[in-house]
């Protein structure tokens, strides 16, 4: 089993985008209450008195929508000053980047994931719900570039495959790597935050966008592998790497190095359940003193593997998620 040292971070529950995946146009979500949201100080209070001292070194800011968050600049400065931070990232949709990506690029951030669905800016308007106002695709691209430029690196871009709906594109999407060096991952789709869209549409398996691009290009397997929960690929003679998440099709479980920490300070052991959360907010207000919480943390590491194996795609009552990835922190 691997040391459990990566900490994911929500900043904030909200976005501005509708992903058809994630937080569809029309869907019911219950928003945190601002006061409800960790503040600056509470976050890097956890992160500087419970997580460090029990051995994380690794954090990735997401949401949500993390660039929505207030003074998220300051924040990647703070984290990024701790000595014990080896590793600091973000996940983002890359509409706000292009003017913010060289000040957190100052303030210390390094590596940056940027969500890509389509190249076809009427594909990825569809996809982000934006059915009104000019195409926000350019706004994005332009982010990307701008992050390239500034010098981020690695550079990755996500892809979560639709059947019917993006998957015709997945050539096209590969084709990235070849001249840049940037790293396309294709997830597979979840059946989480949309389970309308998943029933009708279903899911394709990494297998298969391989054998695609296999028939294509050729596809070698990377020499360098990552440390995450994604099987890496080459085409030949190609720049950058393909990755793979199959988190579908696969069990990566027993490679988790992972916990999550929603915007409203819930601990969570797994994405695929909710048994075992723990709530540092609640904990952190009372008063309840920083060794005691990362006593529970502790004792939340402790059984995390089983939390993992045995309930993956599971733990909620109804078989149905109640929390979509943007309120989980994906
Ligand atoms: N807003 C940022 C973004 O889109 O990159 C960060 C948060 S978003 C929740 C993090 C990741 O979750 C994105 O790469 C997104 O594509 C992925 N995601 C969201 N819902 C998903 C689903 N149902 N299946 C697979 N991946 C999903
Ligand atoms: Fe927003 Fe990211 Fe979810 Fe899309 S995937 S709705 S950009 S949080």
Request: with cysteine.
């Amino acid at each position: 089993m691997n040391q459990v040292d990566y900490l994911r971070i929500s900043l904030i529950d909200r976005c501005n985008f509708r992903c058809q995946y994630c937080m569809p146009q029309g869907a019911d979500l219950e928003y945190i209450l601002k006061q409800n949201i960790l503040t600056d100080e509470e976050l890097l209070a956890l992160i500087q008195e419970v997580f460090i001292p029990l051995g994380f070194t690794k954090f990735r800011l997401t949401g949500g929508e993390p660039l929505l968050r207030p003074r998220v600049v300051d924040l990647v400065r703070a984290i990024a000053s701790f000595p014990q931070t080896q590793d600091l990232s973000m996940t983002t949709n890359g509409f706000l980047l292009a003017s913010m990506a060289q000040d957190l690029y100052n303030a210390g951030l390094r590596r940056i994931n940027i969500s890509l669905d389509s190249l076809n800016p009427d594909t990825f308007d569809h996809i982000i719900g934006n059915s009104r106002g000019r195409s926000r695709w350019l706004d994005v691209w332009n982010g990307i570039q701008t992050a390239a430029r500034v010098g981020f690196d690695p550079l990755k871009l996500n892809v979560v495959v639709i059947p019917g709906v993006n998957d015709g594109e997945v050539l096209d999407l590969a084709a990235l790597t070849i001249d840049q060096q940037w790293h396309v991952r294709f997830i597979e789709f979840m059946p989480i935050g949309n389970a309308q869209l998943f029933g009708d549409r279903g899911w394709i398996s990494s297998a298969e966008l391989r054998q695609r691009i296999r028939e294509h290009w050729g596809l070698t397997e990377a020499q360098v592998r990552g440390n995450g929960p994604a099987d890496v690929f080459q085409i030949p003679g190609a720049k950058g790497t393909l990755g793979f998440i199959s988190q579908m099709s696969e069990c990566f479980c027993d490679r988790c190095n992972r916990i999550r920490l929603s915007a409203d300070g819930w601990l969570r052991p797994c994405l695929l359940n909710e048994t075992g959360q723990i709530d540092l907010k609640t904990a952190l207000r009372t008063g309840i003193q920083t060794t005691e919480i990362q006593k529970q943390v502790r004792e939340l590491l402790a059984i995390k593997p089983e939390i993992n194996f045995k309930q993956r795609f599971s733990g909620t009552k109804t078989g149905v998620y109640t929390r979509t990835m943007s309120q989980i922190g994906g």
